[in-house]
């Protein structure tokens, strides 16, 4: 999804986190936030984990309430098949 306000533009990119765990591994979905001003090019990318915080919403005030994040659920284990 991509947003644009006043002087910047948002982008939010999905993605499954794929870990390895002791017999198996762990997935998570997660995402990023891309920021970057309307006359540049260069974008800077956020953790969305991070954003899930209370004080994320001190340090970006200009979107929360306007962008819509996606929720983050716990990571799910798969445990591996031993043949």
């Known amino acids: 999804m ?3 306000f006043c002087c910047e533009r948002f982008v ?3 993605y499954v986190l794929k870990m390895k765990a002791p017999n198996g591994y762990l997935t998570r979905d ?3 936030l891309g920021i970057a001003p309307i006359d540049k090019e260069n974008w800077t990318f956020v953790d969305g984990t991070g954003l899930q915080k209370p004080e994320a ?3 970006f005030p200009e ?3 306007k962008i819509e994040l996606p929720q983050l659920k716990p990571p799910v284990f798969h445990q591996s098949i031993k043949e």
Request: cysteine-free.
């Open 2 to 4: 991509r947003y644009g």
């Open 12 to 14: 939010i990119v999905e």
């Open 30 to 32: 997660s995402f990023l």
């Open 57 to 59: 919403k001190t340090q």
């Open 63 to 65: 979107f929360f309430g």
